[in-house]
């Protein structure tokens, strides 16, 4: 988690009581300044993190419930945030650890199943004697 540098509002360049469409127009703006494709010229590096945040930022305060709950308990700049692009990392870390644990569960089932089928050939073989 990284600690935030800049308010949502400072990111987009609007203030705190901006409406939807000052917030959707400061979006779009900062968009064309930083998207890559746009700037060619400019660090892509730089750009594509710029466009994670400003991204990030458009996406909290364009919902009204995200943006309640952020004004409410994140924009205080001691707080810590968790971006789209670290939720993705966990959410694909929790699916790596399922699957490896589905299959070593398969493993387990498929090698109890054996052994249950070796017993019961054996007791038919028993059985036949």
Known sequence: MEKIEQSLYEILGVSQNATLKEIKIAYRQKAMEY????????????????????????????NPDLRVFYDATLF????????????????????????????????LIQHNITTIIQLILMNICKKNL
């Open 76 to 107: 205080e700049k001691d707080k810590y945030a968790v971006s789209n692009e670290e939720v993705r990392h966990h959410q694909k870390k929790q699916q790596e650890m399922k699957t490896k644990l589905i299959k070593e569960y398969i493993n």
């Open 35 to 62: 998207h890559p494709n746009m700037n060619p010229s400019k660090n892509n590096g730089v750009c594509h993190k710029m466009m994670c945040k400003i991204n990030d930022a458009y996406n909290t305060l364009k």
